[in-house]
């Protein structure tokens, strides 16, 4: 039997939940803060459903003697890793294997001096899910996670091996994670104008957007990715054949008044120029503006 925590089993992480319950040799946990009786997700296979165990606290996970587990994934937003990180004490052992399914370039670096490297899967996740209510989730693509090459990568994609979500280890991590940055930080522009994918088909927008890739492009090369100098024209395009009224994240939250992972998705272009010595100026407006509106 191998022990699994989902910590936040939101979209990303109710959809992995129940998609890993579905083996038998899988003990799945969900770590909630908002609790709920059983997972349902919408999925392109048709309706999936689990009942993983449901802790709604730290304490309730030893109690139980549900920890140590064998794998913890971490599917919170990066605006609640201060509340995660409760979760990672109490379910963490020796031999714990930890997976950070999240936006950005940055998902070892808050666990770095809790997880040894060798234990920490840091997954570029492409699963388009969206919540409806606690442990409802419509998976709108099987989609795909890549996660990097070595022992722990193996065995995280091994876990899902059942399911019809492509998860593959690939050798240059930094460069996956960059091209889907280089994406997410295009959807500020949604996110400041409160307007779906389709405002990309007006060209003052769109070279907007592409601006804002062109600095991730620039700092992504300076962190060793490999990005092609069309990058941004295929984010373009890529906004442009999707669905005209789909909603990214930030987009999402902002118009739902919560957190924005901002910092995760646009000020962390701004950060790492400042420390190669390259002015992401389009990006740091974009910080500053939707920050100001939060007010
Ligand atoms: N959704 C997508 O299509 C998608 C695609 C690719 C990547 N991503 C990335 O995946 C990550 C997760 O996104 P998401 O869309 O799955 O977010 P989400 O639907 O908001 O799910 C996050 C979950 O974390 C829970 N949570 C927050 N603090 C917690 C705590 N202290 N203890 C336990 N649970 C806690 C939330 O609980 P509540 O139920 O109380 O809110 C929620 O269920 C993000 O980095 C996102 O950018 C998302």
């Known amino acids: 039997m191998t022990s699994i925590a989902v910590i936040g089993p939101g979209a990303v992480g109710g959809t992995v939940a129940a998609w890993l319950a579905q083996k038998a040799e899988h003990a799945v946990t969900v770590c909630v803060r908002t609790p709920f009786e059983t997972l349902a997700v919408e999925t392109p296979e048709g309706t999936i459903t689990a009942t993983p165990r449901v802790a709604a606290s730290p304490q309730s996970l030893e109690d139980g003697g549900l920890s140590p587990v064998d794998w913890v994934l971490v599917t919170t937003k990066t605006y609640d890793t201060d509340g995660t990180m409760a979760w990672l004490d109490a379910l963490v052992g020796p031999e714990t294997r930890v997976a950070i399914l999240r936006n950005g370039v940055e998902h070892a670096e808050p ?136 909603v990214n994240s930030l987009h999402a939250d902002r118009a739902a008044g919560r957190p924005m992972e901002l910092d995760a998705r646009n000020g962390v272009i701004v950060r790492k120029g400042a420390a190669h010595g390259i002015a992401a100026p389009a990006n740091a407006m974009v910080v500053a503006l939707l920050n100001a509106a939060a007010l």
């Open 111 to 246: 666990f770095a001096g809790r997880i040894d490297a060798e234990r920490l899967v840091p997954a570029v996740v492409d699963i388009p899910a969206e919540r409806s209510a606690p442990g409802r989730v419509l998976q709108r693509r099987n989609g795909w996670i890549k996660v990097p090459a070595g022992a722990a990568g193996e065995a995280f994609a091994a876990l899902f091996a059942h399911t019809p979500i492509a998860v593959e280890t690939v050798a240059d991590f930094t460069t996956e994670a960059w091209k889907k940055l280089a994406l997410n930080c295009a959807g500020a522009v949604n996110a400041l104008i409160l307007k779906p994918a389709g405002v990309a088909q007006d060209e003052g927008a769109a070279e907007v957007m592409r601006t804002l890739v062109r600095e991730c492009v620039a700092v992504g090369r300076a962190e060793g990715a490999e990005l092609s100098d069309d990058l941004p024209d295929q984010v373009i395009a890529g906004y442009r054949a999707a669905d005209p009224g789909s």
